[in-house]
């Protein structure tokens, strides 16, 4: 791992061309800084945990917060607080997790997003009794303990648990799946024509295994070693005007509030799964926020609604009103809509082209980008993070060109809809 004498100035320059990347400081033994690809940069603290009764003293890694938020001497001050604690017995992240002999006993956890957990459970790895230090044991001690309890979203480690994980490896010893094993695992899935499904598999089983060796739980991860299985293409798909209207017309021979979810999401040019669970409470007037916990890079985010989203709004008020949810689930009264793609999968049959709900979003993106918006102005709405050193300084939130710019794509797409787009509006 490279050592470096951490300065502002260093810090400002690190990138990466890896998913991540670590840099210890030459400075303060253990005290390091995280890279990502995307440019996020935290600090962290690794060191030995203080020797427990089992006489357990595991490395762990401390996280202390991100750069720029939290200042570089902030943050060594935080990692010299907490190697005092540990110099005196005691660990900053509180007690070890059990070790791998009593693994089989799991501690009463808070229900995260599902609360009937054992269905949740049953749905992954079936209902038969699951073998203590089995793949399927360490899979389901990595979502009770780690996944269920912290992530935002879990359905996609779920869907490859129960796709193609447990169906391959539920009963055997976790200790026992080697760098052969996942190779011809992910074979198996490109295969069938799902690279970038064998690519986050990958990541997912590295990710498994490494909650597990934190946890004195496993002693090796099998992906090391194991290349990622070919390359993981950029979606490129956005709707034609043409294809904007037919999409408009079929909505309206589908279910409103399911079809209301797809006319916001393309108007506007929000994520899905943002969209689909829009609060009430979180709508005043024509501007839609966001909080920082429900959003793709915990920013919290302002989003312009544009005449057609209100009219929608105003449509679906005596539907759902009384909900927390804009857009609650017809079939699960009191909860938002969860998943596009089945009702996506129907459409895109009824229209004889291709997209997914995701697609919608990029196509505004598209779109605005032709009637000459700033692509400055466009990340904005979107709500990508911005780098270098633009994004240290400047913090003007640019509501007033996300506010020109969705006005002018609500505008067209209402003439999309009616058939007749006419002159492409232009930038302000």
């Known amino acids: ?46 060191y ?21 938020a939290l200042s570089l001497a902030e943050a060594r001050a935080r990692a010299r607080a907490a190697k005092v604690e540990i110099a005196r017995g005691r660990d900053p992240q509180g007690p070890l997790p059990e070790p ?16 009937d957990r054992q269905a949740q459970r049953d749905a992954i790895f079936g209902p038969a009794p699951i073998r203590e230090g089995s793949f399927a044991d360490l899979a389901l001690h990595y979502l009770e303990r780690h996944a269920w309890r912290f992530k935002k979203r879990t359905r996609d480690d779920e869907g490859m648990l129960r796709r193609d994980l447990v169906p391959a490896w539920r009963d055997l010893p976790a200790a026992a799946i080697r760098r052969r094993d996942v190779s011809e695992l992910l074979d198996r899935i490109v295969a069938r024509g799902a690279v970038i499904a064998a690519r986050r598999t990958r990541v997912l089983v590295s990710k498994i295994y490494n909650f597990g060796l934190g946890c004195d739980l496993v002693e090796h991860n099998p992906t090391l070693g194991v290349p990622a299985p070919g390359r993981e293409h950029r979606r490129e798909r956005w709707l034609t005007d043409a294809e904007i209207c037919a999409l408009w017309r079929e909505l309206d021979r ?23 669970s829009m609060r ?25 609604l544009s005449p057609p989203v209100l009219a929608i709004l105003e449509r679906l008020q005596p539907r759902t009103g009384r909900s927390e949810w804009v857009f609650e689930s017809p079939k699960r009264p009191g909860q938002p809509i969860e998943f596009l793609g089945k009702v996506g999968g129907s459409i895109c049959h009824a229209l004889g082209f291709s997209f997914t709900p995701h697609d919608l979003r990029r196509t505004g993106a598209t779109h605005l980008g032709r009637m000459h918006f700033r692509d400055e102005d466009i990340d904005r709405i979107l709500n990508h993070n911005r780098r270098g050193v633009r994004a240290v300084y400047n913090l003007y939130d640019g509501d007033v060109e996300k506010q020109a710019a969705l006005l002018a794509w609500g505008e067209h797409v209402e003439a999309i809809a009616s058939g007749q787009p006419g002159d492409r509006p232009q930038a302000v």
């Open 1 to 46: 791992m490279p050592r470096l004498h951490l300065t502002s100035r260093v810090l400002q320059a690190l990138s990466t061309t890896l998913v991540q990347e670590s840099y210890s400081d030459a400075e303060l033994p253990g005290f390091r800084v995280r890279v990502s690809r995307t440019g996020h940069k935290s600090f962290e603290l690794v």
């Open 48 to 68: 030995r945990a203080p020797t427990g009764s089992d006489g357990r003293h595991p490395q762990r890694r401390l996280t202390l917060g991100s750069y720029p």
């Open 100 to 115: 791998a002999a009593a693994f089989h006993h799991r501690p009463s956890l808070p229900a995260g997003p599902h609360p």
């Open 254 to 276: 589908r279910g409103f509030v399911l079809a209301s979810a797809f006319r916001v999401i393309l108007l506007t040019l929000q994520r899905p799964g943002e969209v689909c």
């Open 280 to 304: 009430w409470r979180d709508l005043a007037g024509p501007w839609w926020t966001l909080p920082g916990e429900r959003t793709k890079n915990g920013k919290s985010h302002r989003v312009y």
